[in-house]
């Protein structure tokens, strides 16, 4: 890992780690996964967001008034919107990424859940999904959530990450490894 990414990864744990704890405490983890989800897709769909947190043009008080009335206007938990601001405040909205990122991987590990992150070659069905989360259920021995997206270059197949483990079955690997054996050969 590079040194800026772990000094990212380094501030957003300790406010995940914040976060989390006062979450549990006052029995709110639910409400704040709900606004976990919520804000991963706003900084998917928003340009605008991903500027405020990560543009240096920005100042601390303009970034806190934006973050305070995205909280306001999302229902963010307290708890939440408090982070957010004190982030804000310390200049360090950057993490947020890696912020959500992390309560996510606290939420589910309190839940005793793992993440599978499937790319797929097309859309997974509901039955599909089931099946593959069942599947890796029996292996992992915790209960699956799918993270699924799809990648059409895969021409067919699927890459599953757990964790630290990768299985890739997608055409598009098998093709390129029987490339690099009739090179070998050839």
Do not use: C
């Not at 501030?11 to 006052?26: L, Q």
């Not at 996964?33 to 991963?40: G, K």
Request: aromatic share 2%.
């Amino acid at each position: 890992m590079s040194e800026p990414a772990s000094i990212s990864s380094g501030i957003a744990s300790r406010y995940a780690t914040a976060i989390f704890e006062i979450s549990k405490e006052s029995k709110s983890l639910p409400k704040l996964e709900a606004n976990i989800t919520d804000l991963v897709s706003a900084l998917a769909d928003s340009a605008d967001l991903n500027e405020l947190i990560s543009s240096p043009v920005i100042s601390r008080a303009d970034q806190g008034a934006g973050i305070a009335a995205i909280g306001k206007k999302m229902k963010l938990e307290t708890v939440l919107q408090n982070g957010l601001a004190l982030m804000a405040e310390k200049r360090r909205l950057f993490v947020l990424p890696q912020l959500l990122d992390q309560l996510r991987s606290k939420i589910a590990e309190d839940k005793g859940e793992v993440t599978a992150d499937v790319i797929s070659a097309q859309k997974l069905s509901k039955a599909q999904a089931d099946k593959l989360a069942k599947t890796l259920k029996a292996r992992v021995g915790k209960d699956v959530k799918i993270n699924a997206t799809v990648d059409e270059s895969l021409i067919g197949g699927l890459i599953v990450k757990v964790g630290s483990k990768m299985i890739d079955t997608s055409i598009r690997s098998k093709l390129s490894s029987l490339q690099n054996a009739m090179k070998e050969v050839g």
